[in-house]
């Protein structure tokens, strides 16, 4: 897929713009995984704590073929309209397109959570997902105890299907539940 495929009204809110993949922006990636906190730590089973700058340019290059090929992930870059600077990251995972069915997760830097970004980055998404891929099933999971997760996934119109006890396990061993959240507003369509 091209970016410009995507009508650019989807694409733009006040505050942020997605953008396609691009190896211009590793180092920058780079830098906001490296300077991730506890809550990427704790919620995030491939923050390692030291990233390589190796690792954030095979990732990229990564989710360049893949857009382009129309396989695994979209993953779109959560760039802040007024500064130019690269706030995070935002995929639509394809399980499977004969329905369609997709799944978001995203990621914003430490300094730029709390601020609505992750909330507004995820409603552009999911418009994109319902209104261009005419997604039936569309899916966000995320860790019982990720309230701040749990709280994106609702201020954007999704609703919980399912908890899953004890579905899964972090980086320290914890185990903890697994929520699953569904854009019922997908099935309408």
Avoid at 11 to 16: A, M
Avoid at 117 to 129: F, H, K, M, N, Q
């Amino acid at each position: 897929m091209k970016l410009s495929d995507i009508p650019a009204g989807l694409l733009r809110s006040t505050r942020l713009h997605l953008a396609a993949p691009t190896l211009d922006r590793v180092s920058d990636m780079h830098d906001l995984i490296s300077d991730f906190s506890q809550p990427h730590i704790d919620f995030l089973l491939w923050a390692n704590g030291s990233p390589r700058l190796e690792d954030a340019r095979a990732n990229m290059q990564t989710a360049v073929d893949n857009f382009s090929a129309d396989q695994n992930e979209y993953k779109f870059l959560i760039i802040e309209n007024s500064s130019d600077a690269l706030v995070g990251c935002i995929s639509l995972f394809i399980r499977d397109m004969s329905i369609p069915y997709l799944e978001i997760g995203y990621w914003v830097g430490s300094n730029s959570m709390g601020k609505g970004y992750a909330s507004e980055a995820c409603a552009l998404v999911r418009d994109i997902a319902v209104e261009y891929f005419h997604a039936k099933r569309l899916e966000l999971t995320t860790a019982g105890r990720n309230l701040r997760s749990i709280n994106v996934a609702e201020r954007c119109g999704f609703k919980r299907e399912a908890l899953l006890t004890n579905a899964r396990r972090d980086k320290s061993g914890v185990v903890d539940d697994t929520c699953v959240y569904v854009f019922t507003g997908a099935s309408s369509r």
